[in-house]
């Protein structure tokens, strides 16, 4: 089916009617308004750009939604989310926190506990964080004991060029609707020869996974399958690099990095077994493959200044 943006009258999958203001057809890294629709979550289309590929969720977000942490910390378990994320965070600063000292910023920091391990390992590096939401914030500097954390987007500070050796942002491209004005910024306050990391979901993988999901609950069945709410842009390898190439970066490379032992799901030995089963099967993949086949669900990208 093809879509254009005067079309969003009548939606298949749940035939749920939603109205059409509640739509973005255009796309986000080309302007092109004629897309193909890919996946329907809970009335709402994710399509691809008849031009680009790249491919987006339709639902209109705001640019700097900050409801991701809620109010209440006591909603997620933050032992337990700590734990999830601690090997991948361990081999991200041993692969590229090599020097002794150095400035990193974490763009959508969250509770801090990526910084806070930087400053425990590395503890010659300055640690700077962003994070729209207000209670992350408050808890990355009560809980955590991080001082430089900042609730505003990064591109409204008043850092100066040329400040940073690396930039990371964990899971947040991915929400941006209009990524290019924070991505240009990010740009600017890079050092030369300095590293901005993006993590994010591998579209392609996500999607079979969602449409196997869809396969055994039913067709019509509602539910989280690729987040359409909240993951707006849905990458694959080349659309990130296409991203990357309009916010300046030209030099680009793909890692396989360990998984995050969940998040929110099971938290029997046997998924963390079977997540890690899987890293080792798509790393053996992708060395094999001389790195160019990526079945990791996740991507991670470095582009250079
Ligand atoms: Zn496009």
Redesign the pocket.
């Known amino acids: 089916m093809i879509w254009n943006s005067s079309d969003f009258e009548v939606l298949t999958g749940t035939q749920e009617k939603v109205s059409t203001k509640h739509f973005n057809t255009s796309?986000?890294?080309?302007?092109?308004k004629e897309?193909s629709n890919v996946f329907i979550e809970n009335g709402i289309p994710i399509v691809k750009?008849?031009?680009?590929?790249?491919v987006f969720s339709t639902y209109k977000q705001d640019e700097h939604y900050q409801g991701y942490w809620g109010d209440d910390e006591k909603i997620y378990d933050i032992e337990w989310w700590d734990k999830a994320h601690k090997d991948l965070y361990k081999q991200f600063i041993q692969i590229f926190l090599t020097e002794k000292s150095g400035r990193i910023l974490d763009v959508g920091c969250g509770l801090g506990f990526f910084l806070k391990l930087v400053r425990q390992i590395k503890p010659g590096w300055e640690t700077i964080g962003y994070e729209l939401s207000p209670p992350a914030v408050n808890f990355a500097k009560t809980k955590n004991g991080l001082d430089n954390i900042f609730n505003q987007p990064v591109e409204k500070s008043r850092i100066k060029n040329n400040s940073f050796d690396i930039i990371t942002l964990w899971d947040v491209i991915e929400h941006i609707p209009v990524p290019q004005p924070k991505l240009k910024f990010l740009h600017s306050i890079l050092k030369p020869g300095g590293i901005l990391f993006l993590q994010t979901p591998n579209f392609p993988i996500q999607l079979k996974k969602a449409k196997l999901k869809k396969f055994f609950r039913g067709m019509n069945t509602d539910g989280h399958y690729l987040e359409a709410k909240d993951h707006i842009n849905d990458y694959t390898q080349k659309t990130i690099v296409s991203l990357g190439n309009q916010c300046g970066f030209d030099k680009y490379q793909f890692f396989i990095l360990k998984p995050i032992l969940s998040l929110s799901g099971s938290r029997a030995q046997i998924g963390r077994y079977l997540k890690l089963l899987y890293y080792y099967v798509t790393k053996t993949l992708w060395l094999l493959s001389f790195k160019t086949v990526n079945l990791n669900n996740t991507l991670f990208v470095t582009f250079r200044k």
């Open positions: 796309c986000y890294l080309c302007g092109n897309c750009c008849k031009n680009c590929g790249h």
